[in-house]
């Protein structure tokens, strides 16, 4: 049986990060896993950034809740599930994404927890499991699913070039390049497993 997993910021709705940068005019808020592949590094950045300005989650679920899908991404997941079993896998958060499954016509999703204090400061981050998203599809292909992934980020790598199809939606260029670079090493490791690479190769 074939199970969709797809990302859900810069895929099915903005990023929120990005939107709260705006709504907050910290433009260096905008810094997403489109640019920052140490996902710990990123969050760590992120909760010093807002612990400095003096923001918790409550200014930014004021932002959520004026974030739309992107244009045609409620009737694409709906036509997805006419025919198909789908997933949302992402890096968000519980507290973020329960609005914007609303606006989604509430699909599944796997995501992560924040850690908040009374006075709405956001300390800390749970993670579901450690490297989410490739242990979720990992995990599903054990119980008989085959994946095929959808994302546009560094964090999206893993499930997309583990599954049985994967597809980069609207990326970088630089992660295009190492999805591409990542392939061919895994390609030629199957039909040459002996060749030794060049320390130069995986950078």
């Known amino acids: 049986m074939k199970l969709i997993c797809l990302d859900l910021e810069g895929v099915l709705v903005p990023e929120i990060w990005v939107a709260f940068a705006e709504a907050s005019k910290i433009p260096e808020l905008k810094k997403t896993t489109r640019d920052e592949p140490d996902y710990d590094k990123l969050m760590r950045w992120r909760l010093s950034v807002l612990k400095e300005h003096g923001l918790g989650l409550k200014e930014i679920q004021e932002t959520i809740a004026s974030i739309d899908p992107l244009p045609g991404a409620k009737e694409f997941l709906d036509e997805l599930r006419s025919f198909a079993q789908v997933i949302i896998i992402s890096d968000t958060f519980t507290e973020f994404a329960q609005p914007l499954m609303k606006k989604l016509g509430w699909p599944t999703i796997f995501c992560n927890s924040l850690v908040v204090a009374e006075d709405g400061e956001i300390t800390d981050y749970k993670m579901r499991v450690e490297n989410s998203k490739l242990t979720t599809v990992r995990a ?34 630089q992660i295009k390049i190492i999805r591409y670079r990542i392939t061919v090493v895994t390609m030629t490791f199957f039909f040459f497993p002996t060749f030794n690479f060049p320390p130069y190769s995986f950078s």
């Not at 292909?141 to 939606?169: C, H, P, R, W």
């Open 140 to 173: 599903l292909q054990s119980i008989g699913f085959e994946t095929v992934a959808s994302g546009d980020s560094y964090n999206d790598l893993g499930m997309i070039l583990a599954g049985k199809s994967g597809f980069l939606f609207r990326t970088t260029e």
